[in-house]
């Protein structure tokens, strides 16, 4: 079926550096993509969306890419904090009303 | 604190058992989702109510059923309990129908045993 999925599930970062977390989804008509961050035992939190008439969109220390041709997403950590050490999904909404197909994740974890 | 309030925080049964699950949405927001996170199937979206109608529905087994209610907030039913119903159940709210990067509750851990 379709899916969105990472292509790492894990990524470990020195403090101060970027971080590159990467999504491929499958279907095409996908027009709303978020990116969700959620620490141990709590639940996801919103870190950043994007339409798919964007290419870019920038937020603070954050910004996501998304490539329509190859439908492929990524976020950008800016200047990584220990505190951004978390598992990260990113989602689809395919125009299905509401419906959010989520990946498995990638564990990020920061390195003091 | 994310502003939806989950209950309970841990729930242990065994199975073939009934629980209820309860989500008080963030304030004024109308639109209650239901997903379910276990270590092999990620978050799956379960269903979605907006003022107290039912919208979408994703992967909800029929053991499974929801309502929400006119105060806004939402109950997830499980019933005949398995052992595979493990996992943590989030509710997520928004303001409208359409997502806007909606915001989770902490969830509810479910064990089955």
């Known amino acids: 079926g379709e899916s969105v999925g990472l292509h790492l599930p894990t990524l470990s970062v020195q403090e101060g550096d970027n971080s590159i977390i990467n999504c491929a989804y499958s279907?095409?008509?996908?027009?709303?993509f978020i990116w969700y961050k959620q620490e141990s035992g709590k639940g996801p939190q919103f870190i950043i969306d994007?339409?798919?008439?964007?290419d870019k969109r920038q937020g603070q220390r954050v910004t996501v890419l998304l490539n329509k041709t190859v439908k492929h997403l990524s976020l950008q950590i800016a200047a990584t904090q220990p505190g951004d050490s978390a598992v990260y999904f990113c989602?689809?909404?395919?125009?299905?009303?509401?419906?959010?197909?989520f990946g498995t994740g990638t564990s990020l974890t920061v390195i003091p | 604190d994310s502003g939806v309030t989950q209950t309970p925080k841990h729930l242990i049964t065994a199975t073939g058992q009934r629980v209820t699950l309860r989500c008080s949405p963030r304030?004024?927001?109308?639109?209650v989702y239901w997903y379910q996170q276990s270590l092999d199937q990620g978050l799956q979206f379960l269903i979605h109510?907006?003022?107290?109608?039912?919208?979408a529905k994703g992967n909800i087994l029929e053991r499974f059923s929801a309502q929400q209610f006119p105060d806004l907030h939402s109950e997830l039913n499980l019933s005949s309990l398995e052992l595979g119903d493990s996992a943590l159940y989030f509710c997520?709210?928004?303001?409208?129908?359409?997502?806007?990067?909606?915001?989770f509750g902490s969830g509810t851990r479910l064990t089955v045993v």
């Open positions: 989602a689809e909404n395919k125009g299905r009303g509401n419906q959010f197909y």
């Open positions: 304030s004024g927001d109308l639109s």
């Open positions: 279907n095409s008509a996908s027009d709303y």
């Open positions: 997520a709210s928004s303001v409208g129908g359409f997502v806007d990067g909606y915001t």
């Open positions: 994007i339409r798919s008439n964007m």
């Open positions: 109510y907006y003022n107290g109608e039912e919208r």
